[in-house]
Structures are given as structure tokens and as C-alpha cells.
């Protein structure tokens, strides 16, 4: 399961400032492209308030939050499919990651460089797609060729697989992402086979000023909601600066900061939160007094599969789950009057998971 998204983006536009404020990792920033070459990854605590709420109730000797992994890419230019900045291995990097952070720059600021001379995010967010699209389309075509002679020779298999990729390749020569070529659920299903960057699901961050924190209005910014509500993406705005100056304080310190301009969460918060939901993920929580803890599994799994996160044995021995809506213990503040109310659920293997659910698994060991 894929737990990782790329941040990518032009250079200059804040990815290493946002990645160090996600992950204190002190990458390397400078004024100047391609200041980060081999990619940086850090592990990202989830932040979900229903950890806290359950600790509060369960009092556990330990509380782990769930994790996501983030990769700082460097950033690419135009050409990059053709090789030019580091090219290539850039592209290869993205290829990894599951999901794709896409920061684009939504601010003025004459001291810091850019790439093209001018700020203009439609015309970032081009140059971005279009490389990505031609790495893709170069990756496709000789895919498609070996592919072909399988399918002449009458293979059905090769034939099927060949018919979405001729799709694909026709959407991508009219500049088209992956992801928004007309698919069927199988046909998508065979997409995913082909490791192409452009059918990763996108975010798009849109980096702003500190000043801009509280500017509603900042037509950079709506330029790019615009952008992105057309492709059916989501988009975080944050100063990256800023939340690498507050991401080094103290929690209580950091959520009083935030009070003081108006604010109940940090964008950070809200970047993991989206990247966590663009990956398909949801989290449900085991709990009691030795420990409260989050775990993830993809949306739509079966008891069995969300025990094999916790255990890979768990899920063969899976007998049943006894399970709760988080709603009902933040209600109640107490697990046996939940159980005394009746809402206690036990569920078989064909349970669905839901996000938030307190699950214990019995299985057998």
C-alpha cells in the first residue's frame, strides 16, 4: 500500500521550505536551481485530533499517530524530458512515489529568483504537465511496441492491454495527463500497470507570502483554484516560510500562534491531511490502556486486510472485529457506556472498514 507523495514543482518555488517545515529534516535551500539533486524523504505524523480525544478517554501508557512519507523531487525546467537541468533523474524519482505535491509558486517577491523571470502559475503548471506528459508518451510508445507483437499474434491479453494503451498515447499526443483520459474501471486498473507519472493523483499547493496569510483574494491563488477545479483537484494554500518558522515551536506554543491570527490548524496540517486523502487512505484506531494508537489502510478494506496492517498473520486468523464509531466514544467519553448504549458492533470478514472506527480484532493466534 502506498503511503508516500512527491513533492515536485519548478525551482524557487518553496518545495525544500515546505518539506523542512514537514519534516524538520533541514534540506538544503538556496536561492538558485537545482540546489536539491538526490531526493529527500522524510516520515510525517498524521495529525487527526481523534488521536488526542481517545487518549484523553483511554489514558494508555502510549499514543502513536499514523504516518505518511513525503519526498522532496528536485525541481524539474522545461526539457527535462529531453535531459536538460538533471532531467531524467528527476522524472525517475517522481515515478516511485504514489501521489504527486505539485507547489507552485503564488507570490511576488524580487529576491527570490525565478526561473522563467516572471510569476505566472498556469504557466508553471504547464511547463510541468507538459514534461511530465512527454516522459510519459516516451515511456507509453515503447511500451505500445513491444506490447503490439504480442497483440498481432492474436494474444487476447496483449490485445486488451494494447487497446488502453492506444488510448492513453492518443490522449497524451493531444497534451492530455493519464488521468484524464475517459477509462473504464478496468481499463484504469490496467493503466496503473503501466507506472506512468501523469495517472498519479495530483495536489496542488499554492506557496504565498506571510503577509498574504489572510488575504482572500490573491489572484495567483485564485488563478490556480481555477486551474486545478477544471483537472477535479484539490488545493492547500500556505506560506511555506511561515510554517517553517512556526513548525519549530512547541505544539501549545504553535496551536497558540495560530489562535492569535485566527487560525485552528496549520496549512501544514491541511497539506498532510489532503496528501493522506489523495492517496485513498483512512485511518482506524485500537485502543485501550496500554496504548491508543492510529493505523492506515485504504478505503473500502475488509476487516481481515485493515488486521494485516496491524499483523500479516492477523489477517488469515481474522475471526472477528468489536468495533465502535469514534463518534459515539467522543460522545460519551467512556467505552462501557457505549457498550451499555448497545452501539458495541461485531462484525464478521465482510466488513468495511470506515474511517475513525475503534477496532478490536480477534483473531486467532
Request: net charge negative.
Amino acid at each position: 500500500m502506498g503511503l508516500n507523495c512527491g513533492i515536485v514543482g519548478l525551482p524557487n518555488v518553496g518545495k525544500s521550505t515546505i518539506f523542512n517545515a514537514l519534516t524538520k529534516a533541514g534540506a538544503q535551500m538556496a536561492n538558485y536551481p537545482f540546489c536539491t539533486i538526490e531526493p529527500n524523504t522524510g516520515i510525517v505524523e498524521v495529525p487527526d485530533r481523534r488521536l488526542e480525544r481517545l487518549a484523553s478517554i483511554y489514558k494508555p501508557k502510549r499514543t502513536i499517530a499514523t504516518t505518511i512519507e513525503f519526498v522532496d523531487i528536485a525541481g524539474l525546467v522545461k526539457g527535462a524530458s529531453q535531459g536538460e537541468g538533471l532531467g531524467n533523474q528527476f522524472l525517475s524519482h517522481i515515478r516511485e512515489v504514489e501521489a504527486i505535491c505539485h507547489v507552485v509558486r503564488a507570490f511576488e517577491d524580487e529576491n527570490i529568483t525565478h526561473v522563467h523571470g516572471k510569476v505566472d502559475p498556469i504557466e508553471d503548471i504547464t511547463v510541468i504537465n507538459y514534461e511530465l506528459i512527454l516522459a510519459d508518451l516516451d515511456s507509453l510508445e515503447k511500451q505500445f511496441q513491444k506490447i503490439a507483437k504480442s497483440a498481432k499474434a492474436g494474444n487476447k491479453e496483449a490485445i486488451e492491454i494494447g487497446s488502453v494503451m492506444e488510448k492513453i498515447l492518443d490522449g497524451l499526443k493531444k497534451g492530455l495527463r493519464a488521468a484524464a483520459v475517459s477509462l473504464t474501471e478496468d481499463e484504469f486498473k490496467i493503466a496503473k500497470k503501466f507506472n506512468l507519472i501523469t495517472i498519479k493523483p495530483v495536489l496542488y499547493v499554492a506557496n504565498i507570502l506571510d503577509s498574504d496569510v489572510k488575504n482572500t483574494n490573491n489572484p495567483h491563488v485564485n488563478t490556480i483554484k481555477d486551474y486545478a477545479a477544471k483537472e477535479g483537484a484539490e488545493v492547500v494554500v500556505l506560506c511555506g516560510r511561515f510554517e517553517e518558522e512556526i513548525s519549530g515551536l512547541e505544539k501549545d506554543d504553535q496551536l497558540a500562534f495560530l489562535e492569535e491570527i485566527g487560525e485552528t490548524e496549520s496549512g501544514l496540517s491541511r497539506m498532510i491531511q489532503a496528501s493522506y486523502k489523495l492517496l485513498g487512505l483512512i485511518t482506524f484506531f485500537t485502543a485501550g490502556v496500554e496504548e491508543v494508537r492510529a493505523w492506515t489502510t485504504a478505503k473500502a478494506s475488509t476487516g481481515p486486510i485493515a488486521a494485516s496492517v496491524i499483523h500479516s498473520d492477523f489477517e488469515k486468523g481474522y475471526i472477528r472485529a468489536e468495533v465502535m464509531r469514534y463518534e459515539d466514544l467522543d460522545r460519551t467519553g467512556d467505552a462501557a457506556k457505549v457498550k451499555e448504549e448497545g452501539k458495541l458492533r461485531i462484525e464478521g470478514k465482510e466488513y468495511i472498514v470506515q474511517d475513525g472506527d475503534v477496532i478490536y480484532f480477534r483473531v486467532n493466534s
